[in-house]
């Protein structure tokens, strides 16, 4: 079996990263040697993830739905690192499966798009310059299945519709 890579002094974010896919991706990043901020809304629950995982862990307040949220935590990371290396947006809200795509909530719709799309987003533009910075950055967008439209039915529309904008 190939060595993994050390990635020791490189920096990754994670956005959602105080629990599920985006805890487990930030404990493998810092496995790998990376120092991973997890962009996190609250910040209690962030710290206690970042304790969870240990070594070169840390939260930092980062609400991908907030307007100004996403410069200001540029800024700060710029401010610490000069630059970014990994930016995993994972960041999202409203799995719904029991709603249905011909009885929508305009408001769960909304709201799903405001953070899973306009919040993915504005990461990816406020982070871009510290990613160039890098020299070799690297922006993954996670969607996932319920975005598939060859697997899309009715179920989760605000979620499904949402995540289909960051595939390809």
């Known amino acids: 079996m190939a060595a993994e890579?050390?990635?020791?002094g490189k920096v990754a974010?994670?956005?959602?990263?105080?629990?599920?896919?985006?805890?487990?991706?930030?404990?493998q990043l810092a496995e790998l040697g990376f120092t991973v901020l997890i962009g996190v809304r609250d910040l209690a629950k962030g710290e206690a993830a970042a304790r969870k995982i240990g070594g070169k862990v840390e939260a930092i307040a980062l609400d991908v739905a907030a307007p100004d949220a996403a410069a200001q935590a540029a800024a700060e990371v710029e401010r610490r690192f000069g630059r970014l290396d990994v930016l995993v947006n994972n960041a999202a809200i409203h799995y719904d499966p029991s709603a249905r795509a011909l009885k929508p909530d305009w408001a769960v719709i909304r709201d799903a798009f405001e953070t899973n799309v306009f919040g993915a987003w504005r990461v990816a533009a406020a982070f871009a310059p510290l990613l160039s910075a890098s020299g070799h950055g690297r922006l993954v967008n996670v969607s996932s299945e319920g975005g598939s439209l060859a697997s899309m039915g009715a179920g989760?529309?605000?979620?499904s519709t949402s995540k289909a904008t960051l595939t390809r």
């Open 13 to 27: 974010l994670v956005t959602g990263g105080n629990r599920g896919i985006g805890l487990e991706t930030a404990r």
């Open 5 to 8: 890579a050390n990635h020791s």
């Open 156 to 159: 989760a529309p605000a979620y």
